[in-house]
Each structure stands twice: as structure tokens, then as C-alpha cells.
């Protein structure tokens, strides 16, 4: 080997273990928000195995309310995630996310969209549901000013009747991004369940 490879190798050598230890700092940072989450709001962590993520359980009015966050990939963002598995057949079918061109375009071509009555919010927000009545009661003021919150700005929210599942794209990068998160998710359970 010549001076030049052995630059190389550890030169290599060096970017390897820099890029090792950031994402393992990263990985603890997150789970030191989460756990931070579970102190607040009586719940626990459950640590990933190899290749899961740590989740952060909040019991909420009888059900389990699992909560992670995920590094993005080449092909897709980061998110965080929240879902709740429910037993409620009466519960409609809903999807609220972001009114964007590709969604704009779907609804020139014939894709259905409920329209709340409110002008800035139907402009911003894409509603799918089958119970109108149910959105209503859903989509409050209180959830229109979270919604609006820049962090929210391109959160799904999709209720099923067996479970309930929100996320962002994007891992909040402090105690209050989670904080926000974490209420606006508790705010929608809480007029479903």
C-alpha cells in the first residue's frame, strides 16, 4: 500500500465513525425527548429492537396511544407518527391532509372533497369523509388554529373504525414540537372518542 491509500483508508476510516456516531446521537435525542413525553403524560417507552424505533405509549381514555418517529430515507421524508388501534364499527371513515397541486388537480378531474363551510380552511385542507355530520363535530375551531401551526402544516389525519392514524413529516426538534404534536393528537381523540 502506498501513503496515498493509506490516506484514503483513513480518511474513510474517519467519515464512517463521524457518521456512525451522529446518527447514534440523533437516535438519543429523540429518545430523550420521547421519554421526557412519557414523564409528562404517565406513559411509558418501549425500546426498538435492531431495527424498530423506541415508541412512546400514552394511555388516553381507555386505549393505548403509540407515538414514534422515524429517520427519513432516500426516498421518503422523516416523520413522526401517531396511532391508536380503536374497537368503534360506528366510527366513519375520514382523511384530512394538506390541499395541495397534486390533490387540486385529482378534484378538477372528479375526486369528492367535503367542504367545512369555512373558505380558509377548505382552502388549505382536503377533506375526505362519509359523515358530515361527524366532521363537524371533528373540525373545530381549536383544531383549525393547531392546524395552522407551520410544524402542522402538512400533518394526515386518517380515522378509520378500527384505528386512528396522524403523522407529520417531520421529527419535531424539541420539547415543544412534541408537545404540540402530542396535544393536537390528543384533541382529535378526544372528539372521536
Same mark, same amino acid.
Given at each position: 500500500?502506498?501513503?496515498?491509500?493509506?490516506?484514503?483508508?483513513?480518511?474513510?476510516?474517519?467519515?464512517?465513525?463521524?457518521?456512525?456516531?451522529?446518527?447514534?446521537?440523533?437516535?438519543?435525542?429523540?429518545?430523550?425527548?420521547?421519554?421526557?413525553?412519557?414523564?409528562?403524560?404517565?406513559?411509558?417507552?418501549?425500546?426498538?429492537?435492531?431495527?424498530?424505533?423506541?415508541?412512546?405509549?400514552?394511555?388516553?381514555?381507555?386505549?393505548?396511544?403509540? +407515538?414514534?418517529? *422515524?429517520?427519513?430515507?432516500?426516498?421518503?421524508?422523516?416523520? %413522526? /407518527?401517531?396511532?391508536?388501534?380503536?374497537? $368503534?364499527? =360506528?366510527?366513519?371513515?375520514?382523511?384530512?391532509?394538506?390541499?395541495?397541486?397534486?390533490?387540486?388537480?385529482?378534484?378538477?378531474?372528479?375526486?369528492?372533497?367535503?367542504?367545512?363551510?369555512?373558505?380558509?380552511?377548505?382552502?388549505?385542507?382536503? +377533506?375526505?369523509? *362519509?359523515?358530515?355530520?361527524?366532521?363537524?363535530?371533528?373540525? %373545530? /375551531?381549536?383544531?383549525?388554529?393547531?392546524? $395552522?401551526? =407551520?410544524?402542522?402544516?402538512?400533518?394526515?389525519?386518517?380515522?378509520?373504525?378500527?384505528?386512528?392514524?396522524?403523522?407529520?413529516?417531520?421529527?419535531?426538534?424539541?420539547?415543544?414540537?412534541?408537545?404540540?404534536?402530542?396535544?393536537?393528537?390528543?384533541?382529535?381523540?378526544?372528539?372521536?372518542?
Amino acid at each position: 500500500m502506498t501513503t496515498n491509500d493509506l490516506y484514503l483508508v483513513a480518511i474513510l476510516t474517519i467519515i464512517t465513525i463521524l457518521t456512525v456516531s451522529l446518527v447514534y446521537y440523533s437516535s438519543r435525542k429523540r429518545e430523550d425527548h420521547l421519554k421526557l413525553q412519557a414523564e409528562k403524560r404517565g406513559g411509558e417507552i418501549r425500546k426498538g429492537g435492531l431495527f424498530k424505533w423506541t415508541e412512546l405509549l400514552i394511555p388516553f381514555q381507555g386505549v393505548q396511544v403509540v +407515538i414514534h418517529s *422515524e429517520p427519513g430515507g432516500k426516498n421518503r421524508p422523516p416523520k %413522526t /407518527a401517531a396511532q391508536v388501534t380503536l374497537d $368503534a364499527p =360506528r366510527l366513519p371513515t375520514i382523511r384530512i391532509k394538506r390541499y395541495g397541486l397534486w390533490l387540486k388537480l385529482l378534484v378538477r378531474f372528479g375526486k369528492e372533497r367535503f367542504l367545512s363551510g369555512d373558505d380558509d380552511f377548505d382552502g388549505q385542507w382536503m +377533506i375526505e369523509a *362519509e359523515d358530515p355530520f361527524f366532521v363537524q363535530k371533528l373540525v %373545530t /375551531a381549536e383544531l383549525k388554529y393547531k392546524l $395552522a401551526e =407551520r410544524s402542522l402544516r402538512s400533518i394526515v389525519i386518517r380515522i378509520e373504525p378500527q384505528k386512528v392514524y396522524i403523522s407529520i413529516p417531520s421529527i419535531p426538534s424539541n420539547e415543544a414540537g412534541y408537545d404540540y404534536f402530542i396535544d393536537t393528537v390528543m384533541l382529535i381523540l378526544q372528539r372521536i372518542l
